[in-house]
């Protein structure tokens, strides 16, 4: 089993920048591709970014793409969201997510997920 804790949430004005992190529990943490999603009140949780196994390949909702970075640290059991140029409808509670078996933006093909994070973004 994999434990996952987000944090770096906060609140924020538009055009600003915020990290997250989400560390994880176990060993074989270099095993999983992690991924990043966000609910929006009154929304579907949508898939925000990606990382695979040892940090070569990187995937990106259309929506961040070129504003959001992710990174993972696998010495750390550590990945990252670096936010840009954040925008009002970035506002979402943020949650990280682990799979196995290759990259997928499909909520239901991720196992784990930590307890998410809230961003809120101001106009």
């Known amino acids: 089993q994999v434990q996952l804790v987000e944090s770096g949430g906060g609140l924020v004005q538009a055009g600003a920048s915020l990290g997250l992190s989400c560390a994880a529990s176990?060993?074989?943490?270099?095993?999983?591709?992690m991924g990043w999603f966000r609910q929006a009140p009154g929304k579907e949780r949508e898939f925000v970014a990606a990382i695979s196994e040892i940090g070569g390949s990187t995937y990106y909702a259309h929506s961040v793409k070129g504003r959001f970075t992710i990174s993972r640290d696998n010495a750390k059991n550590t990945i990252y969201l670096q936010m840009n140029s954040l925008k009002p409808e970035d506002t979402a509670v943020y949650y990280c997510?682990?799979?196995?078996?290759?990259?997928?933006?499909?909520?239901?093909?991720?196992?784990?997920w930590g307890q998410g994070t809230q961003v809120t973004v101001s106009s």
């Open positions: 176990g060993r074989t943490f270099s095993s999983y591709v």
């Open positions: 997510a682990t799979k196995l078996g290759g990259y997928s933006d499909a909520r239901l093909a991720y196992r784990y």
